[in-house]
């Protein structure tokens, strides 16, 4: 069962996904999680996107987004429509988080607890002051971890400030929610980065990462994915190999990125 002390669940998740949704309904069931919302997700072909680069709001090429190089071998060097259209998702997230006196819980349509998780959040929370005066956030996830973890049998959770690109779970409260929001002004990194290593590393922020981890995802390693990611294709199936050969996430040249950014711009 879900904490009393997490007042409202909230799941980003497309609303055309129903493969995704149907899933995460009988995930929860099984967890005893009966009361959670989905927040419906950006669509990266959406005007909203667009608007975020026509608007200058997105760190564009030249140099690296990563690491902030001319030249460099990232694999991916700049902020393709599907991370800005996670971004516009997260801060609807925030958004309604703002207004919740509580703490809430926000996944991620394909997140996976791992089999003993809700008692170890628990565990997790005691550990803790819990307040609303000041911005708070636990990490309770990592992406591509081993999905047939079990946590049953540890003995303890601990908390720690070792860093987790934590998008599949976390818990904030209202006045970390706000923080996000008054620190999103230009995109300049990918949601998790800016979220769980900028803002939670801020001496203002009580951050903590559950140890261990009691979630992950289900779409970025390919050996445990059961969901296509809706950012970068792993090429999971057929489909999701096709999208991989005409994926574009790195360019080599300002008249490049132009070319990628008007077609980017000029899509239904």
Known sequence: MLDHRIGQVLVVSLPDDTARRGYINKHFSELGISDYQFIDGVSHSSNAVKQYYLSNKVFAYPGCFRCQKNSCKCKNNILIPQQ?????????????????????????????????????????L?????????PFIIRLAHSGMDATTDLIDIDDVQLSDKVAMSNAAFVLNAEMAKFLI??????????????????????????????????????FNKEFARFASRIHPKGINKLDEERMNTHIKRVESIEQYQAVLKQWLNSH
Do not use: Q
């Open 126 to 134: 005691d550990k803790v002051t819990l307040s609303n005066e000041s």
């Open 182 to 219: 008054n620190k999103l002004d230009v995109i300049e990194t990918t949601s998790d980065i800016f979220i769980h290593r900028w803002c939670a590393g801020l001496d203002e922020v009580r951050s903590y990462t559950t140890e261990p981890l009691l979630a992950t995802d289900l779409s």
């Open 84 to 124: 800005v259209a996670n971004w516009l998702a997260f801060k609807k997230v925030w958004e309604k988080a703002a207004t919740h006196d509580g703490l809430t819980l926000v996944c991620e349509d394909d997140v996976l607890f791992y089999p003993g998780a809700m008692k170890w959040l628990t565990k997790a």
